[in-house]
């Protein structure tokens, strides 16, 4: 590491490191600092292609919205040296200021989201959030919760008929939200831990995982936050609608279509959240996330009834009933 920083600084001298608190992926991060300087470390593994997908995004995001400066980077050994941006995510905000108080800083995080889909355009090579995606995300999210609740819940069997009856909904609802055919440039994890306040600017952080993907998913992701309980959805996706990105503003004009729009998106993302949050106990040991579940579930549950997808509010229900802490 100390070659890697010596690229950079010529005198690499009387620095500390500090190991931070990653969001269960497989990167990791370090503060790097002295009493002048202070940098992020990132490192991603040996020739781990995410890396060469952060520095292009990067690239392309820079001109329009604030996000981390980039120093140094060595795509062999996978490390990043970045922008310190420091501790203040859009969820410390929210939980040390309020709702209320924070809801000027969601406006900035939405503004930001706004500039990313009127300026940024997308490319034949990225990757595109379609229906094939999507469904081997609800499917990848299913294994890992069935596995979960098999190895942690004691659960001897699931419910066949309710599977199929819940796959065959999803397909509904995947035909239905992708008739929306204006796909834009998508973040793809928009949400309060990837948004870094720094000089009251909002920045945006792991981007590496971009592609382009229907108009709300992103807004989906900031306002169906698992992390959040966010009450004032309707005042901030007013917002949004009052601040159309140009592309979209001739074809989203009322209120309830967008909301509908963004809660069926989250009835795909809100369970890949669920899985995501099992597989970081599966394959890692992490518990961190696991208290996420409840309250992601209950809100699925929820918006599955409000649009009548019953197997799909069941099966939610199935698994809030079986799932336990380890």
């Given at each position: 590491?100390?070659?890697?920083?010596?690229?950079?600084?010529?005198?690499?001298?009387?620095?500390?490191h500090?190991?931070?608190?990653?969001?269960?992926?497989?990167?990791?991060?370090?503060?790097?600092?002295?009493?002048?300087?202070?940098f992020?470390?990132?490192?991603?593994?040996?020739?781990?292609?995410?890396?060469?997908?952060?520095?292009?995004t990067?690239?392309?995001?820079?001109?329009?919205?604030?996000v981390?400066?980039?120093f140094?980077?060595?795509?062999?050994?996978?490390?990043?040296?970045?922008?310190?941006?420091?501790?203040?995510?859009?969820?410390?905000?929210?939980?040390?200021?309020?709702?209320?108080?924070?809801?000027?800083?969601?406006?900035?995080?939405?503004k930001?989201?706004?500039q990313?889909?009127?300026?940024?355009?997308?490319?034949?090579?990225?990757?595109?959030?379609?229906?094939?995606?999507f469904?081997?995300?609800?499917?990848?999210?299913?294994?890992?919760?069935?596995?979960?609740?098999?190895?942690?819940?004691?659960?001897?069997?699931?419910?066949?008929?309710?599977?199929?009856?819940?796959?065959?909904?999803?397909?509904?609802?995947?035909?239905?939200?992708l008739?929306?055919?204006?796909?834009?440039?998508?973040?793809?994890?928009?949400?309060?831990?990837?948004?870094?306040?720094?000089?009251?600017?909002?920045?945006?952080?792991?981007?590496?995982?971009?592609?382009?993907?229907?108009?709300?998913?992103?807004?989906t992701?900031?306002?169906?936050?698992?992390?959040?309980?966010?009450?004032?959805?309707?005042?901030?996706?007013?917002?949004?609608?009052?601040?159309?990105?140009?592309?979209?503003?001739?074809?989203?004009?009322?209120?309830?279509?967008?909301?509908?729009?963004?809660?069926?998106?989250?009835?795909?993302?809100?369970?890949?959240?669920?899985?995501?949050?099992?597989?970081?106990?599966?394959?890692?040991?992490?518990?961190?996330?696991?208290?996420?579940?409840?309250?992601?579930?209950?809100?699925?549950r929820?918006?599955?009834?409000?649009?009548?997808?019953?197997?799909?509010?069941?099966?939610?229900?199935?698994?809030?009933?079986?799932?336990?802490?380890?």
């Amino acid at each position: 590491m100390k070659e890697f920083l010596k690229v950079y600084f010529k005198e690499f001298k009387n620095f500390q490191h500090e190991d931070l608190k990653g969001d269960g992926g497989h990167r990791n991060y370090t503060r790097i600092k002295n009493a002048n300087h202070s940098f992020i470390l990132m490192s991603c593994g040996l020739y781990d292609l995410s890396l060469k997908k952060f520095i292009k995004t990067q690239n392309r995001l820079k001109a329009y919205v604030k996000v981390p400066q980039l120093f140094q980077y060595d795509l062999k050994k996978g490390l990043l040296l970045l922008e310190d941006l420091g501790n203040k995510s859009l969820e410390s905000i929210y939980f040390r200021k309020g709702e209320i108080n924070s809801l000027f800083f969601y406006q900035k995080a939405l503004k930001q989201l706004i500039q990313i889909q009127s300026k940024i355009s997308t490319k034949r090579q990225d990757p595109s959030f379609d229906k094939d995606f999507f469904l081997k995300e609800i499917e990848q999210a299913i294994c890992d919760i069935e596995k979960y609740l098999f190895t942690f819940s004691k659960i001897r069997f699931i419910d066949k008929k309710k599977v199929s009856q819940f796959n065959k909904e999803f397909q509904n609802i995947l035909e239905f939200i992708l008739r929306e055919e204006d796909f834009v440039f998508c973040h793809r994890d928009y949400h309060s831990r990837n948004l870094m306040l720094k000089n009251q600017q909002i920045y945006i952080i792991d981007f590496q995982d971009s592609g382009k993907g229907p108009w709300f998913y992103d807004l989906t992701s900031l306002l169906y936050d698992s992390y959040i309980p966010l009450k004032y959805k309707k005042e901030m996706s007013l917002f949004y609608l009052q601040n159309l990105p140009p592309i979209l503003a001739k074809k989203v004009k009322k209120y309830s279509h967008l909301e509908k729009m963004i809660q069926l998106q989250f009835l795909q993302r809100g369970f890949k959240a669920c899985g995501r949050f099992c597989a970081f106990k599966l394959e890692n040991n992490k518990n961190s996330h696991l208290k996420y579940v409840p309250r992601t579930l209950n809100l699925l549950r929820s918006i599955a009834h409000k649009h009548s997808y019953k197997a799909i509010a069941d099966y939610a229900q199935h698994i809030l009933n079986t799932f336990s802490m380890p």
